[in-house]
């Protein structure tokens, strides 16, 4: 099974639209003060070994617009092939990119590689996530082995400015739970954000995390603002996941500080 979409905003508008199932994209009315949205479906349920999804997302120069994932997506165990997922992200000059998918529950046994790539414009504004849950935590599974490989590429103006790769296969129950490695965590999450004054975005994310029972951090890298969670409770990941993006949102391009009404569903 391949599923393909392709989605470019202009200025104000919806640009191009390409899609085959079962990947698909629904276009809600965005309230007032937000950009053009667009709702991500796998109207499939899920993806197993062997599934392939590509997704196209392009900000036109001087335009805005959000992609939302309409649910988790699931990766079910795999025999042996892998699921691939490639997402490639584009901000044109003085545009704002947003993409904010839900968690990513990989069960037991799934194989899944996932790349991310993110150009930017020279003057580009773009905030872009990802969540992963390790196993159907609400059902006392954990991710135990299988394959986990989702890997970042970040380039500005078609220079490379930060690369980043999660690789877990053979035991990863051991990985897991390696204090130093991710000390028992159950989910993880990474931000990366794209804006003007990146130290003072930062330091807004560190002020937001100072209640945070998990374990969580900010920095930046070549200009990019890079946070990141770590946590045994993925509820509580999600939240603190949630509200740093509303904040920032608002503070890197005066929108509302709010989330798509999906990501409360």
Same mark, same amino acid.
């Given at each position: 099974?391949?599923?393909?979409?392709?989605?470019?905003?202009?200025?104000?508008?919806?640009?191009?639209?390409?899609?085959?199932?079962?990947?698909?994209? $629904?276009?809600?009315?965005?309230?007032?003060?937000?950009?053009?949205?667009?709702?991500?479906?796998?109207?499939?349920?899920?993806?197993?070994?062997?599934?392939?999804?590509?997704?196209?997302?392009?900000?036109?120069?001087?335009?805005?617009?959000?992609?939302?994932?309409?649910?988790?997506?699931?990766?079910?165990?795999?025999?042996?092939?892998?699921?691939?997922?490639?997402?490639?992200?584009?901000?044109?000059?003085?545009?704002?990119?947003?993409?904010?998918?839900?968690?990513?529950?990989?069960?037991?046994?799934?194989?899944?590689?996932?790349?991310?790539?993110?150009?930017?414009?020279?003057?580009?504004?773009?905030?872009?996530?990802?969540?992963?849950?390790?196993? !159907?935590?609400?059902?006392?599974?954990?991710?135990?082995?299988? $394959?986990?490989?989702?890997?970042?590429?970040?380039?500005?103006?078609?220079?490379?400015?930060?690369?980043?790769?999660?690789?877990?296969?053979?035991?990863?129950?051991?990985?897991?739970?390696?204090?130093?490695?991710?000390?028992?965590?159950?989910?993880?999450?990474?931000?990366?954000?794209?804006?003007?004054?990146?130290?003072?975005?930062?330091?807004?994310?560190?002020?937001?995390?100072?209640?945070?029972?998990? !374990?969580?951090?900010?920095?930046?890298?070549?200009?990019?603002?890079? #946070?990141?969670?770590?946590?045994?409770?993925?509820?509580?990941?999600?939240?603190?996941?949630?509200?740093?993006? #509303?904040?920032?949102?608002?503070?890197? #391009?005066?929108?509302?500080?709010?989330?798509?009404?999906?990501?409360?569903?």
């Amino acid at each position: 099974m391949r599923g393909k979409a392709e989605i470019t905003f202009g200025r104000d508008r919806l640009a191009h639209l390409f899609q085959q199932a079962p990947l698909r994209a $629904l276009f809600p009315t965005p309230p007032d003060g937000e950009p053009p949205q667009a709702a991500l479906v796998t109207t499939s349920g899920g993806l197993a070994g062997g599934d392939r999804l590509d997704l196209s997302v392009t900000v036109d120069d001087g335009g805005a617009g959000l992609v939302v994932a309409s649910a988790a997506e699931k990766i079910y165990r795999s025999t042996g092939p892998d699921t691939e997922v490639e997402i490639a992200l584009a901000a044109g000059s003085g545009s704002w990119l947003e993409f904010l998918p839900q968690e990513t529950i990989a069960f037991d046994g799934s194989r899944l590689r996932r790349t991310t790539r993110l150009d930017l414009a020279a003057d580009a504004r773009a905030l872009a996530g990802e969540m992963l849950v390790f196993g !159907r935590t609400a059902r006392g599974e954990r991710l135990s082995h299988g $394959l986990l490989r989702d890997a970042w590429d970040v380039r500005r103006d078609g220079r490379l400015i930060w690369a980043d790769a999660l690789h877990l296969d053979g035991d990863i129950a051991a990985k897991l739970d390696a204090p130093a490695g991710f000390d028992g965590a159950n989910a993880c999450a990474t931000l990366v954000l794209a804006a003007p004054a990146p130290e003072r975005l930062r330091d807004l994310i560190r002020d937001g995390l100072a209640d945070y029972d998990g !374990r969580a951090g900010a920095t930046v890298v070549a200009g990019l603002v890079i #946070a990141r969670w770590l946590d045994r409770d993925a509820a509580r990941l999600r939240k603190s996941f949630g509200a740093a993006w #509303a904040m920032l949102r608002h503070e890197a #391009a005066g929108l509302p500080r709010r989330l798509p009404r999906l990501w409360e569903i």
